[in-house]
């Protein structure tokens, strides 16, 4: 997988690497409520019940990623030389970096 491409450049803006530890404390959350509504239910009320759903049991904005943007190619190249003229001490490193970058940018 080490030449793998990302298809289409759509990034989340984040400044963690993962959803990982937020995704399980909402289904934490949401198994507590689901598993204490149905304790509760009369055995009549069971047929009638509706699961929680995820806004009920959290906010998705409150997550570690905000959402989603379109990254274009030449975006990324503008940014990457960017960071690259500021961090570069020679055009050969500037190069260099602004290919690393790229390549970093568009893997998986």
């Not at 289409?8 to 995704?23: A, L």
Request: aromatic content about 6%; glycine content about 6%; hydrophobic content about 30%.
């Amino acid at each position: 997988m080490s030449r793998s491409r990302r298809k289409t450049p759509i990034v989340g803006h984040t400044t963690c690497r993962s959803e990982s530890d937020d995704k399980k404390i909402w289904h934490k959350r949401w198994r507590t409520r689901e598993r204490t509504a149905l304790a509760s239910a009369s055995p009549d009320a069971l047929e009638g019940h509706l699961p929680f759903t995820e806004n009920q049991v959290s906010n998705v904005w409150a997550m570690g990623k905000d959402g989603r943007s379109y990254w274009t190619i030449r975006r990324q190249a503008t940014t990457a030389g960017c960071i690259a003229n500021r961090k570069g001490r020679n055009p050969h490193e500037r190069a260099s970096l602004k290919q690393r970058l790229l390549r970093k940018w568009m893997g998986k």
